[in-house]
């Protein structure tokens, strides 16, 4: 399985990047239908998702947004731009 990272810095905190994370979830499971479970933590927060083709793990923390995922075969090809559309998506919720 082809498989993808990105991370974004950022000097929000913890709770406003949970805001973020959550508005991240809820683009996803409208969009793309992903089943998103987050396991809070003390400094970080884990964001496990699936959905068709996709499965992977978003790190929400104060300072960063670490994201892996898998892509099935079928979305394999297009993971480059899979990548990119998650980095921009990103980018815009972290504003400028």
């Given at each position: 399985?082809?498989?993808?990272?990105?991370?974004?810095?950022?000097?929000?905190?913890?709770?406003?990047?949970?805001?973020?994370?959550?508005?991240?979830?809820?683009?996803?499971?409208?969009?793309?239908?992903?089943?998103?479970?987050?396991?809070?933590?003390?400094?970080?927060?884990?964001?496990?998702?699936?959905?068709?083709?996709?499965?992977?793990?978003?790190?929400?923390?104060?300072?960063?947004?670490d994201l892996?995922?898998?892509?099935?075969?079928?979305?394999?090809?297009?993971?480059?731009?899979?990548?990119?559309?998650?980095?921009?998506?990103?980018?815009?919720?972290?504003?400028?």
């Amino acid at each position: 399985m082809p498989g993808l990272r990105v991370h974004r810095d950022h000097t929000l905190g913890l709770e406003p990047a949970r805001d973020i994370a959550r508005r991240w979830m809820d683009d996803g499971r409208d969009r793309f239908k992903l089943r998103c479970e987050c396991e809070p933590g003390a400094e970080a927060d884990t964001i496990r998702f699936q959905g068709p083709g996709v499965s992977g793990t978003l790190r929400v923390a104060g300072d960063a947004f670490d994201l892996e995922a898998k892509l099935g075969f079928l979305l394999g090809p297009f993971s480059r731009r899979i990548e990119q559309e998650i980095a921009s998506q990103l980018d815009s919720l972290l504003g400028p």
